[in-house]
Antibody, heavy 124, light 106 residues
Framework: EVQLVESGGGLVQPGRSLRLSCAAS????????MHWVRQAPGKGLEWVSG????????GYADSVKGRFTISRDNAKNSLYLQMNSLRAEDTALYYC?????????????????WGQGTLVTVSS | DIQMTQSPSSLSASVGDRVTITCQAS??????LNWYQQKPGKAPKLLIY???NLETGVPSRFSGSGSGTDFTFTISSLQPEDIATYYC????????FGPGTKVDIK
């Protein structure tokens, strides 16, 4: 059974940093792209970032480019999101999600499994 | 950047009704379009990938069609458990979700 468990969320002041982690199990982690997708309270889904299986292809939404960094450690079956210079508008539930395509050269494609999310609140 | 629009933003229909949601991309995205269902308090679920392919285990009353800039998602016979918000998602250039369509029972 595929499991994605996010951690690292919490309350943080504007301008500060936070690092999210995602522990993956139930599938061969280094065969698939991974994503971070967020959802502000009462709002729709917003893709944040994606990373290919070998970290060779990485993309970011314009809203986070230059502030957030996605990374993965295939030896630890883990995905990370380093979030710097946080803003109030980054407040959201952050989902770790698995790409559906086996060993694709990019992170593009469908997302077939999602974690339950970790809540990030940016407020003074 | 590719922008996605969906219509309607919300709809109410009766059990058994045929429900149709449209999704439009700001530029040609071929068939690089997926559809998701999100129930309140839950993570999204993939229903349709590559515009028209039904994800394994998803009921056949769900279907998708389209290519280029215009796409359609259909529930052939609405069931009470289909109450949810539905999102389209493109992956031709980066990844973008549509704003969502909330589906209720009348």
């Amino acid at each position: 059974e595929v499991q994605l468990v996010e951690s690292g969320g919490g309350l943080v002041q504007p301008g500060r940093s936070l690092r999210l982690s995602c522990a993956a199990s139930g599938f061969t982690f280094d065969d698939y792209a991974m994503h971070w997708v967020r959802q502000a309270p009462g709002k729709g889904l917003e893709w944040v970032s994606g990373i290919s299986w070998n970290s060779g292809s990485i993309g970011y939404a314009d809203s986070v480019k230059g502030r957030f960094t996605i990374s993965r450690d295939n030896a630890k079956n883990s995905l990370y999101l380093q979030m710097n210079s946080l803003r109030a508008e980054d407040t959201a539930l952050y989902y770790c999600a698995k790409g559906a395509t086996l060993i694709s050269g990019s992170y593009y494609g469908a997302i077939d499994y999602w974690g339950q999310g970790t809540l990030v609140t940016v407020s003074s | 950047d590719i922008q996605m629009t969906q219509s309607p933003s919300s709809l109410s229909a009766s059990v058994g009704d045929r429900v149709t949601i449209t999704c439009q991309a700001s530029q040609d995205i071929s068939n690089y379009l997926n559809w998701y269902q999100q129930k309140p308090g839950k993570a999204p679920k993939l229903l349709i990938y590559d515009a028209s392919n039904l994800e394994t285990g998803v009921p056949s009353r769900f279907s998708g069609s389209g290519s280029g800039t215009d796409f359609t998602f259909t529930i052939s016979s609405l069931q009470p458990e289909d109450i949810a918000t539905y999102y389209c998602q493109q992956y031709d250039n980066l990844v973008t979700f549509g704003p969502g369509t909330k589906v209720d029972i009348k």
